[in-house]
């Protein structure tokens, strides 16, 4: 650590002052490529503001900013830290997660979202803990709206909780909500007063001492000798001076720095930061002109057109601020400015520019310098922008005959690029009745299309003067712009065919609107775009008072310091003097490496080894024998590379960017390339398979039970991948120590990672110490796949003989980690006359990617294939695909997911043969306890038919179905559809081995438990101590949880496949009986003792106070039982362009008795949304030729955002579970060690006490019914046009494929029937 930078050492120009959390720091100007997030994270220390995608596109980074806008009046703005330079903030206020409270004094965001259980991994809080902050700041004691605040939520990401909580938290702070917290509003009249303390803008409280920090950490010597310069001119003449000087160099003018996330056209020669120049901030207006200044954040244009639009010739203006507002999101919009989005479209003509788009249609003039001449949006797009400068925006008024309207077509519904985008403008005359004439020229402009297509320039000539009006012509137009709208072939985008039909779609949306009554009452809902209301949530669950701290609804232990930024995480550590490494990844699939070139990587300034495969002092190999098939996989490629995104070597630096950029510059060639493998059709077809010992699965005859069958269905259909998508992407910390090493992994699976460490290092698994405290989430990509990295930090560590920390960037992640496996399915099924299921075949092919690991994901599917339906017949064969991918693994739910939405889709597909409602289908072939299931067990526990009822009533399912039908007849462009998933989830205990370790404290009686279970955001710490405080009957606050460890959780499985809190909860159980025998005869001695004088005369008694237990459950049959859970979905669907809202969903889950309602309420609704997404919204794209991932980062992977979920999403644990207290006393008998007896006794307890713990997975299987209610509406529009086929569906259901299935031909673009 090295003191502050004083303010006397360094003349004004060399530095810039900021103040963060109310302690100012002077900033050289050498720290000209290092962003806020980095500043306050690496140099002060203050790690609660989190860094995830580096681009803008997650919100983890969050801060709230405060400065003096060009007329003195204090803006108070959130944004994005990581996009933001901290030379950026020259006399700012910014204030962080740790600036607004602590655990000990909470500010009233952190309180309501912890009391409203909205964090579980906690990585996302404080981003979303600033967002909110900032709302309230910058709205200043004006009240908010639960809209307002609703829409205010659209960048930030969280990939645990389903947003609903989040979004009921904040609600609160709304006066048309439940508004506990409203008056916090007006309480905080911040921006109006002075600090005290500081000096600078009141904001609503001090801060916290914690907040500040004492010291600031250098930057790395050889980042400041390679700094560019940081110039901040403060007129336009010394701008256009310094343009002249620095003519010829990569220069970046700097107002937002947000275009950074979108284009990195690194590196820079120098950065000039536009902020001082007054001459470009300001709006002025006229009675013929509006004109807006360079400088404007988007946010400010878009409530200056709202403002404006109510003066003469301005009302068009809405239009704009429409479009503009769904321009990425809203941090983004606060610092990024309409000038530099549109000098990135100058520069790269493929940006699909909202702000262009919408000025262009406008006919915005721009004011280009230093000329100061006016061009129009068309020649500012082939004009050369070097060395000149975007000065103003020039907008003209229009009369009211114009009509204008925008489009913006995206993959979910906010903070995504357009796939296409269009805005018009048309000038009428309505005089003649029937008429619609277009009387000027109009503007049809699009987005995204192609990188010259702007205007469709043949069909505005096609219109002018024409009357829309007329059928003929409107079909006319319809096929002129088919034929003019050329969309480039880009396998990162959607299809030619979606972008063109999408064009003539929104055009013809359009001409409906132009038209008006003249258009028929069902085709005319098509106009404009589905409009979401705010959204609702309801939750219903039982707690029993008697049994409380179990089936108490609480917030998560944690979830305060989480709120507050002061739960430390792995990627947290930001020890001075650790080394920082990066893989360089290969970027060609199935070729072989001719050879590495590490020269330029070592020429930088920062870099000091490039680590490859001959350095590895073990074995250069990831898995260990007897585990899973992990054969082989090379940690460090050395003559092939197998997928593009392959580790084949490791930089170390002084810093994580200098690491990541010196991974850039190590050159990879390669020869004997081959075309990439990369689908489980491209494997069929190359004849490409893992070798395994899968065998199928045959019961019954089935190809003759369905040849034989009164109706029978063939077909085939594909399943997507799924990224994990945790936001603490892949992180682990290597310390060599005099013995070996100590680790701190971000691992779901400690045993494996101390083995890959072992293994690369060359030492034995006892020198190495791994450490787990949380992670922020995993999905299951933390259980094997994070060994890669883990072992490349040991190896590194061991190489330097420095401690190493590798937190790998979010496209490394995309591209290295594998994923939920793709499914290719073939089936043939058939039914007797009355529907019952005779025989079900499925050929089943899942991509495992190059590595066999993920054959135990397919092998075992049959467990979950058969969901809770009978069939008398059954052959199933599986397949382990061998394809050019990374290697494949557990995402959330794995296998059940998609074997569950295998069965699903055949059934729906004999419904439909059948002419029968899915849902009867299902109910008539619901399993009976007795049956056999698909993998071997006999079922005993179903309850899934009244379970599918209740869900059914309390859904009023019927009476909606009615409606639905009704509102498919009353609309033709607009469709419903309501489906009902019911699922069983079968609860396997193999290998179920895990430690747990309880020790009470004498001078106190405070206990601490050691678990074997990782922390990942699923709340079971919190359930761990509260079957702790019940078992002990003590308080849950005299409980700690300390952080897992190898030495402590020797041998056990790792955290997932949903069982390990219940087993981790079975041991607590245990440790706790074994405690209190101890504990008892001392107890019975003195019957009224308080806890703490137990403790103290079982201490001076020598009475061992610590238990360990090993759980080692070895029930008679792998199925130990079942959970069940139904959903019902309804959904919209705007069938011209594919976009759909979720209106309703509701979830029944039958969980036993909750042990702690609300954790397990967040990980229904966070399995659900990350259901939702896996059905909707998230495609894994590659390079057909490279095999490199083309969907990573956040600009091109779309999981849900806030406004994503359903609107109303109505979550139910099952109530009446039987009475637990008979079980619990059974509990307690005499023995010391988990016999088996005692653990069946257990499985017991569980079932009736505990057993709601596997609760993140069944719902996210159930979301499957998404898809069947997309295909209903679908399926309405297609029987409209005459097509009454069965579709073959793939999923997810992207908006794309939603528009492609309805297959809407030109002809049906028509004004009546
Ligand atoms: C996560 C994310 C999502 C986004 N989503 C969308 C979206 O959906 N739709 C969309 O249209 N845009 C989107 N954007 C782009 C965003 O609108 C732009 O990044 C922003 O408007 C740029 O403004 P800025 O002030 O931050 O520019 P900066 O990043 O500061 O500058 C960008 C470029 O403009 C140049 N420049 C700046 N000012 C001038 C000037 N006056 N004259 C000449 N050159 C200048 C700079 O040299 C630089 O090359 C997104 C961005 C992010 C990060
Ligand atoms: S880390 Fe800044 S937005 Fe993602
Ligand atoms: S709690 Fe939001 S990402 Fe985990």
């Not at 001409?511 to 106009?527: C, F, M, P, Q």
């Not at 370790?997 to 279970?1013: R, S």
Request: proline share 5%; net charge neutral; charged share 20%.
């Amino acid at each position: 650590m090295t003191p502050p930078v004083s303010a006397d050492v360094l003349p004004a120009e060399e530095k810039i002052t900021v103040t963060i959390n109310g302690v100012k720091y002077n900033v050289p100007t050498t720290f000209s490529e290092v962003s806020l997030a980095t500043y306050v994270r690496r140099h002060l220390h203050l790690t609660g503001t989190k860094l995830m995608c580096r681009e803008g596109g997650c919100g983890i980074c969050t801060v709230h900013v405060a400065h003096p806008d060009a007329s003195g009046q204090i803006v108070q703005r959130s944004i994005n830290s990581c996009l933001c330079p901290i030379l950026s903030c020259d006399g700012w206020e910014v204030t962080t997660v740790e600036g607004i409270g602590s655990q000990e004094k909470p500010h009233p965001v952190q309180q309501a979202l912890t009391d409203h259980y909205g964090t579980q991994c906690g990585f996302c809080t404080p981003g979303w803990i600033m967002t909110m902050y900032s709302l309230l700041q910058n709205s200043s004691g004006r009240s908010l709206t639960k809209q307002q605040i609703e829409n205010n939520m659209d960048g930030n990401y969280c990939r645990c909780t389903g947003y609903r909580p989040i979004l009921d938290a904040f609600k609160t702070f709304a006066q048309d909500g439940v508004n506990a917290n409203a008056a916090v509003c007006d309480l905080e009249d911040v921006g109006s007063k002075t600090c005290k303390t500081t000096g600078g803008p009141c904001h609503g409280k001090c801060a916290d001492f914690r907040a500040g920090s004492p010291y600031v950490a250098a930057l790395a010597m050889e980042a400041a000798m390679i700094a560019p310069p940081w110039y901040k001119p403060t007129t336009l003449d010394e701008l256009y001076k310094k343009a002249e000087e620095l003519a010829g160099k990569n220069v970046y003018y700097v107002v937002g720095h947000t275009g950074k996330g979108v284009y990195n056209d690194y590196p820079y020669d120098a950065y000039v930061d536009l902020k001082g120049i007054a001459a470009l901030s300001g709006v002025t207006k006229t009675d013929k002109v509006l004109t807006i200044a360079a400088n404007t954040p988007l946010t400010d244009v878009i409530s200056t057109f709202n403002q404006t639009a109510s003066t003469s010739g301005f009302k068009y203006l809405t239009t704009l601020a429409a479009i503009i507002s769904k321009t990425a999101h809203t941090s983004v919009r606060n610092a990024g400015s309409w000038a530099g989005n549109l000098a990135l479209k100058n520069q790269h003509h493929d940006f699909p520019s909202d702000t262009y788009t919408a000025f262009t249609m406008a006919g915005t003039q721009l004011m280009i310098g230093p000329e100061n001449k006016l061009y129009s949006m068309e020649d500012f797009l082939t004009f050369d922008l070097k060395g000149k400068f975007i000065l103003q925006a020039h907008f003209p008024t229009y009369s009211d005959d114009y009509v204008f309207r925008t489009y913006k077509i995206m993959p979910r519904a906010t903070n995504a690029h357009a796939l296409v985008e269009a805005g018009f403008r048309a000038k009428l005359d309505k005089g003649q009745q029937g008429q619609v004439v277009i009387t000027e020229r109009p503007a049809l402009i699009f987005a995204n299309i192609n990188d010259e297509f702007v205007h469709a320039k043949a069909t505005e000539d096609f219109l002018t003067g024409k009357n829309i009006a007329d059928p003929q012509l409107l079909k006319g137009a319809l096929t002129t712009l088919q034929n003019e709208v050329q969309p480039k072939e880009d396998p990162a985008e959607a299809s030619v065919e979606y972008r063109r039909s999408l064009a003539v779609s929104l055009f013809y949306k359009f001409a409906l609107e132009l038209v008006g009554d003249l258009a028929d009452a069902r085709y005319k809902t098509a106009v404009g775009s589905l409009v979401r209301p705010v959204s609702s949530g309801s939750q219903s669950f039982e707690t029993k008072q008697e049994n409380w701290p179990i089936t108490q609804a609480i917030p998560k232990l944690e979830s305060m310091v989480q709120c507050t930024g002061e739960a430390k995480y792995i990627s947290d550590i930001e020890t001075e003097g650790i080394l920082r490494a990066a893989f360089v990844l290969t970027t060609q699939a199935n070729a072989s490496i001719y050879r590495l070139d590490a020269t330029a990587a070592m020429a930088l300034p920062g870099v000091l080894r490039v680590i490859t495969a001959s350095d590895v002092p073990g074995k250069n190999v990831i898995g260990t024998p007897g585990r899973t098939p992990i054969m082989g996989e090379e940690i460090l490629a050395t003559t092939q590379s197998y997928y593009a995104g392959q580790p084949v070597a490791i930089v170390v630096a002084v810093s994580r960017e200098m690491a990541e950029e010196g991974a850039k510059l190590v050159k990879v060639e390669y020869f004997n390339v081959q075309t990439p493998i990369l689908t489980c059709l491209d494997a069929i077809n190359s004849n490409s398979f893992h070798e395994t010992k899968m065998k199928d699965i045959n019961v019954g005859d089935a190809e003759v039970a369905v040849k034989n069958a009164a109706v029978s269905v063939e077909g085939s259909f594909e399943m997507g991948a799924q990224q994990h998508f945790h936001t603490e992407t892949m992180v682990t910390v290597c310390y060599p120590t005099e013995d070996g090493m100590n680790v701190e992994a971000g691992t779901q699976f400690i045993d494996g990672t101390q083995s890959a460490i072992a293994q690369a290092c060359g030492l034995g698994k006892n020198k190495i110490n791994v450490t787990v405290k949380r992670n922020g989430g995993g999905f299951g990509a933390k259980g094997s796949r994070i060994n890669i990295v883990a072992a490349a930090v040991g190896i590194a560590a061991f190489v330097m003989k420095r401690p190493v920390k590798m937190h790998q960037s979010l496209w490394d992640n995309f591209k290295l980690i594998g994923r939920r496996l793709p499914y290719l399915i073939k089936y043939k099924a058939g039914t007797d006359a009355a529907g019952k299921l005779a025989g079900i075949v499925l050929d089943v092919y899942g991509d495992c990617g190059y590595q066999p690991s993920a054959s135990v994901i397919v092998n075992g599917l049959p467990n979950w294939i058969d969901n809770i339906y009978f069939s008398p017949a059954w052959k199933v064969r599986l397949h382990a695909c061998k394809t050019n991918t990374p290697p494949n693994t557990h995402c959330r739910a794995p296998g059940s997911t998609e074997g569950i939405y295998m069965t699903e889709y055949v059934l729906q597909h004999l419904a439909y043969a059948s002419g029968k409602n899915p849902v009867d289908l299902k109910r008539q072939n619901f399993l009976k306890n007795g049956d056999n299931l698909l993998e071997g067990a006999t079922i005993k526990d179903c309850n899934i038919g009244p379970l599918t009822e209740q869900l059914m009533s309390s859904a009023s399912y019927n009476d909606r179905a009615v409606a639905v039908d009704q509102f498919n007849k009353d609309n033709r462009w607009r469709k419903r559809g309501i489906s009902v998933v019911p699922m069983r989830f079968a609860v396997h205990w193999r290998n179920g081995n895990y430690n747990c370790l309880v020790a009470i404290f004498h001078e106190g009686g405070t206990i601490a438990v050691t678990h074997g279970g990782i922390e990942l955001g699923q709340g079971i710490n919190t359930k761990v101590v509260q079957v702790i405080a019940y078992e002990l009957g003590v308080e849950m606050s005299r409980i700690q949880v300390q952080p897992t460890m190898a030495i402590t959780n020797a041998n056990a499985r790792g955290t997932y496949g949903s069982i390990s809190t219940e087993l981790v909860c079975l041991s607590a159980i245990e440790c706790c009986r074994q405690l209190n025998d101890r504990l008892k005869p001392v107890k019975d001695a003195n019957p009224n003792v308080k806890w703490e004088d137990l403790i103290e005369t079982c201490y001076k008694q020598g009475i061992d106070l610590s238990a360990r237990t090993w759980t080692n459950p070895k029930p008679e049959e792998p199925l130990v039982y079942n959970t069940y859970c139904a959903m019902c979905t309804e959904v919209e669907v705007d069938i011209l362009t594919g976009e759909s809202h979720v209106l309703r969903l509701d979830c029944l889950y039958d969980c036993g008795e909750s042990i702690s309602p609300y954790i397990d309420i967040g990980q229904v609704e966070g399995g659900t949304i990350m259901g939702l997404g896996y059905y909707m919204t998230e495609e894994v794209r590659f390079h057909p030729k490279t095999g490199q991932n083309l969907t990573f980062g956040t600009w091109k992977y779309k999981p849900p955002f806030a406004k994503d979920i359903p609107i109303d999403f109505r979550v139910a644990l099952l109530k009446n579970a039987p009475n637990p207290s008979g079980v619990l006393r059974s509990k307690r008998n005499d023995s010391f060690h988990l016999t088996l007896m005692y653990i069946v006794e257990l499985v017991v307890v569980f079932q009736y006490v505990v057993a709601p713990l596997v609760m993140q997975e069944p719902p996210l299987c159930a979301t499957a019914s998404v898809v069947f209610a997309l295909r209903q509406a679908i399926q309405a529009s297609r029987t409209e046009a005459g097509k009454n086929d069965w579709f073959p569906n793939d999923v997810p259901m992207t908006v794309e494929r939603v528009q492609q299935y309805a297959q809407t031909q030109l002809a049906d673009l028509v004004y009546k029937p």
